[in-house]
Structures are given as C-alpha cells and as structure tokens.
C-alpha cells in the first residue's frame, strides 16, 4: 500500500487533519492514492481544477433541517461568498455541486435523481448531515437509508445536524480532493448498495 | 356547556382535565354540527387515529391502580397492586379510534374550552367525513387515510396525501412493519 | 373580543373564498378551460421560494393563477412510527426535528404531554428557562422566517441582517446546550442540566440589541414601495375562513382574530409575565409579516422579565422514578444505583391513558396528542402541526391572484415542510 509513509501532503494536499497518525488510510487517502498517475496533473488540468473548485456553484436542495446550516453558511459569521460558492443556483443546469441537506424519503428520490442527472458534468454530491449519508435516526419504511443509494456521493458529512464549520469542513475537503486530481465520484464508483 | 346534549352521545369521560365525547359514528356529522353550532366549538384543532390492536395482548408492568391514572399516588411503590404488577390494561371496544379534538376560539380569551370527540370503528367499515362541517377535515382526514386506511364517507377527494400515490398498505397500522434496514457495525465481520 | 369588528376590515373579501367541492384545490372553472388557454406548471418539490419541499401544481391563464394544489409528502419521514418503537426518553430527539425552525416548541409540547401523563411537578427554573429558551426559538424561527421570504420576494438584503441576529440566538442554545439546532435539553420533568454560568449575561445583552436589530429590519422593508406593493391587499384571508380552515398563529391574528395560546390557556410560566399580543386586521401579506415583527419585539420582552424573574432551585423533578439522580449519590446509595440503572436501560414508564396538549409555536397551534400504554414505549404519539392545517389554506390564499401573489403569499404562511410531512 503506497499510501503508508507518504503523508497527504506529499499528495499535494494542504491540511493536515489527519488527527489519527497511526491509523491505517481512509477512504480518502485511498482514493488519492489508487490514481497516483492522475496526481501528476498536467498544468493546464491544474488550473481547470483550480478554477473548478474557486468557483462551484451550490443547487439549492435544501431539504430538512440541514438545508438551514447551509444557509446560514451563506450568512455574514462563515460566509462561503470567501469561496466563491454564495452563488446558489435553482437551476440543477448551472450547478456544480449538489449539497443533499435533509433526510431523503421514498417520494423525494425520484426529484432527487432527476436533479443529478439535469447536472451537467463534472459535478460533484455532498451528503450532509446524517439523513444523507446513512437515513440518520430514521430507520424506517419511508427514509433512504444514505442517500448514495441513489446517486454516487463525494463528500459526507457528519452531524445532526453539521455545524456550518463542518459543512465548510465537507466542502474544503472537497476542493482539496479536485485539486489533487480525484475525479467525481460518478467516474469512481456508482451507487451503494 | 351542555355536552351531554350531544346527538349520538353514547359515553363522556373526563380525564387529566380533557372531556371525550364518545359518539356513535353514524351520528358524527349531526354531534360535529351541533358542538359547532350551539355549542361554540367552530375550531377543529386535529383528527388523530389511533390503533389499539395488541393492546390488551400482553401484560404491562407499569403504573396501575390510583383513582386518577397518573397521579403520584398511583405510582408508589410500596401501595400494593401498582408498580411492579404486571397487568393487562382495560380492552378497547373496537380496533381505531378516530379523534376529533375540538377548540371554541369564538369564546375569546382565558377560557379556550376544548373537547374531543372520538368514535370507534373496526377494520373496513367508514366514518362519515366532517369536511362539511369544518373545512379544514380535508388534509386531516386525508392523513387518516393514507396512514391508518380508515375510509371517510362523503370526503370530495381520499387519496394518498404522504405517501406515494401508489404506496400499498397503511404505515401507522400496528401490524405495519417499522421497515429500515438493519444497521452493520463495522466492528461485526 | 375574537373577531374583528366590521368597520375596521380594510381590503377583506366578504362572505367565503373556500373553494368548493375540496377545499383545499382550486379547481379551474370548466367554461376557462374550454374558452382560455391554460398553462399547467409544476412548482416542483424543488424549487427556491417554495419553504422547503413544497410542490404546487398550477393553472395559469397568462400571470393569473385559476387553478392550485398542493402536494406535500416530499419530507415524511415517518415520525410518528418511529417514536412508537423507542422509549421515552429515546423519543424526545425525534421531536425537534420535525419543525426545525421552532425545535424547542416541538420538545416542549411533547415533553408537557408526557409529563401530564405522568403527573409530574416541574420545578419553577424549569418552568422558567423552557419558557425563556422557547421565546428566544420564536425569535429564531421569525428571523428565519423574515429572512427567507425576504429573499423571496427579491429583498435580498434583509436575509444577511436576520442571520447575524440568528447566529447570536444560537450562540445562546449553544452556550446552555451545548448544539445550536436541535437542542435536546427539555427532559422530563425539567431541565436536562442545571443552566450554565453567564448565560444570563449574554442573553441580557442580546436583549439589549434585539429590539435595534428589528428595527434595522423595519427600516429595510417596513416603508419599502416595493414591499408594500407586493405585500398589501395580496394573500387575503379573512377571520370566518381562517377559523373554518383551522389557520392559528400569525395567520389566524393577521386576519384580526385575537387568539394567542398563551393567553388564553397559559401554559409555563405566561401568566406571569406581561406581553402583548398583535392584531391585525386586513388579514393580507401585510399584515402577516407586521405580526411576525412585533412578535419579535414582545419575545424580546418576554425573555428580558424571564431573566430577571427566573426562580432558583432545581432545574429537575425530584422524583426518582422518572428523573436521573445526581452522579454523586451513585457512590453511596444502592437505590440510585439500581433507579440509575433501570431508567437508562429500560426507561420509565407512563400509566395508561391519553392526553392532547397544544402550545403556541412560532407557527400556530402545535399539538400533541400522547396516547400511552402503561409501557416504557408510548403506544401513539400524533403531533398537530400548524404548516399541515395552513397549506390547505394556499387555495383559499389564491383565490383572484397573480403568480408572483402566490410566492408572496405561500411565504407568509410560515410553513416548514418538515412539520407538515412528519
């Protein structure tokens, strides 16, 4: 596993929130990793990544009560416009990320999939919250469990819901991702089981 | 208040300072009328169902016996025949009941008489629609549909508000499965 | 004095605009169909300026809209269900989440449902801080509110100014709670812990600079032409119909019916302190958004006599059956272990019986009707909740009005899609 020894930094990534040294890699570093090739990116896909990630626009899914720490990251206290990303767009076509904030259910899946496949490419997904990435506390007839089941995921972030620091976290960790070369994740993997 | 003078009264019982009317459900609409319009209840607060199969299955060890359930009388443990002994609490008479809970707001303020009114009906057999009555029964009794299937007579429109349209069953029914999916823990192999 | 007196009705319609046969479907006159060209548009579940996942299925002839229903069941997530297969206290973190605006005001009336099933005596500081931190949720709930339905209508400005009052109310949960939204903190029988120390000082300075704060917000939209033009004389309900679809909270005192729960059944601690409700009686857009602003102002109000008249004492119930004892006996009384013990594994349990208790939440009448079995599980929980009843309203709101009526005026009923789905 080439992952050992070299730390993420050498990947080309800037934070070190790797807070757990001696743990083996997570999915994350992995994924980094396993396209080792892709992190020798050319210069000119380096500054396509970089402008990608200076400028991704939000859809504006807000579903539940995470879809409200996701406005208020919009708001002045941790204002994502520092990002570029305040520009919110309605329509799924001028999107590039889709930010699943709220518990997902059975009637909203069909919406929920028709909005990522209006997405033009390359576009990423944000679980937030922990009704998006895992059904959350809500075990039951109606709530997807994870809402990659139904379109393949990024990013997922923990919380019931997500301070906006978090969220800010998911996102960050996002552009970081792009920078290194990790394509998104339709390229990568495909629905959960 | 003259509630005893609801048509199709067939009980009242007042209980942690809350009166229920339970009616026959045949003359619900002419109780609904009546409460509505002689006795001031112009405000239809919620239609709640509920469904008592398994009740009176199996015993509960719980809080038994005191004069008014709820009181801290009733829940010392060392008055003989309450906490500790498992009981069967009383049976029900039919499997739904349907609640009604009613609000006068026309009486003004420091008073807010309120009042529900339930009716008993078992499996298939319908409950005339108070829509005509209070408009607002519409969703309410939508809901009641869609997550118990209890059918309402005379609604313009029963169908499936929170639910798919074409959900099959009743989610709330106690014989509905909670459904999900089981959690795996990553330290199980 | 329930209903407005008649010489005061500015540009409220006579008689009633529910529409016939369901009403709660505008449904277009056979005669337009045939005679007009109607456009059927889906305001889909997502959709910027609908509150949440709201979808409206419109008939438009040109900007008029002739034809409306809502559908909702976008959010149901099951709620009801699954706090029937978890114990008491297991229950209580389900509740905030249905409203998530107003997340104290849910927690609040099923944790007083249960406990006047239970019988339990809550301590004076309880009483006093649930009332406090659910006064300082309205205010959250309305800044939200004014916020959104601000943007909506194309005032952009007002939404950063009502955040920045908003992340101070949720300084506030989190400096006593520990999380900003979703606070669990209202136990049975009282508080969860015992209220932190200076919290009380930095709840009086956010209650030095709330009422300034509103007033900013009035200065942005209050004399706005624009605002004006958008809001008044549109979304008109008048009290008769508002009763009869079962509308409460500002919708219900913005069509000049003066009834407010805390008034009129005092739950906590309100008939001690002193507030005023607003009325107002055009029973348009208007009217809605100025009662959501002095509602701010006497929440404000509420929450400074709260601070200075908050009891000491307990901030729990003494009785062990139901209540966690404190740490420090577990070391030396056997009983406390075994009450520890049992409580947290099994849970208390409430006799049999069935209660329905209502509060006035940001929203309107939120209600719950508890039913229990003598059980630790409570056999059926059912929540009223305000956004359900006033969605049925949307048809009777449109009834003569443009499309962009509409966004004003499904906005000023203040619904959380959550709450309404469950």
Known sequence: MAVEGKRLADHGLRSERVLWVGKGPGVFEQEVDNLEQRVGLTTLAKAVAWAQTKSMWPDTFGLACCAIEMMSIVSSRYDIARFGMEAFRASPRQADLLIVSGRVVHKMAAPLRQIYDQMLEPKWVIAMGACASSGGMFNNYTTLQGVDKIVPVDIHVPGCPPRPEGLMEGILRLHEKVLAGVPPAYEIRGVAE | ?189 | MAVAPEKRRGSIYEGSRIPQPIPSVLQVPEALRKADDILEVNFGPNHPSTHGVLRLIVELDGERVVGLRAVVGYLHTGFEKSMESKTWWKAIPYAPRMDYLAFQANELAFVLAIEKLLGIEVPPKATWMRMLLTELNRVHSHLVWLGTSALELGAISPFWYTFRERDRVLDLFEMVTGVRMHTRYFQVGGLAEDIPRGFFDECRKFCEIMPGAVDQYEQLLTQNEIWLKRTKGVGLLSAEDAIAMGQSGPVLRGSGVDWDLRRAQPYLAYDQVDFDVPVYYNGDVWDRYKVHMDEMRESTRIVAQALEGMPGGPWIADDRKVVLPPREELHTSMETLIHHFKLVTEGFRVPEGEVYVTIESPRGEFGCYLCSDGGPRPWRVRFRTPSFIALQATATLMTDALVADMIAAVGSLDTVMGECDR
């Open chain 2, 1 to 189: 208040m003259t509630l005893a003078g609801t048509p199709g009264l067939v009980e009242m019982k007042v209980d942690h300072g809350e009166t229920t009317l339970v009616v026959d459900p045949a003359r619900l609409v002419e109780a609904c009328t009546y409460l509505r319009d002689d006795e001031g209840f112009d405000f239809l607060s919620d239609i709640s169902s509920v469904d008592y199969l398994g009740w009176s299955d199996e015993p509960v060890a719980g809080y038994w016996g005191g004069p008014s359930s709820g009181a801290s009388a009733g829940r010392d443990l060392n008055t003989p025949g309450t906490w500790g002994l498992a009981r069967k609490p009383a049976p029900k008479p039919k499997r739904f009941a349907v609640n009604l809970h009613l609000l006068s707001v026309r009486s003004g303020a420091r008073e807010a008489p309120r009042v529900r009114v339930q009716v008993w009906v078992d499996d298939g057999e319908t409950v005339p629609s108070v829509v005509s009555v209070w408009p607002t029964a519409d969703w309410q009794e939508r809901e009641v549909w869609d997550m118990m299937g209890i059918r309402f007579a005379g609604h313009p429109d029963l169908t499936r508000i929170l639910m798919d349209d074409d959900w099959e069953g009743f989610p709330l029914r106690k014989d509905y499965p909670i459904g999900g999916e089981p959690v795996r823990f990553s330290g199980e192999e």
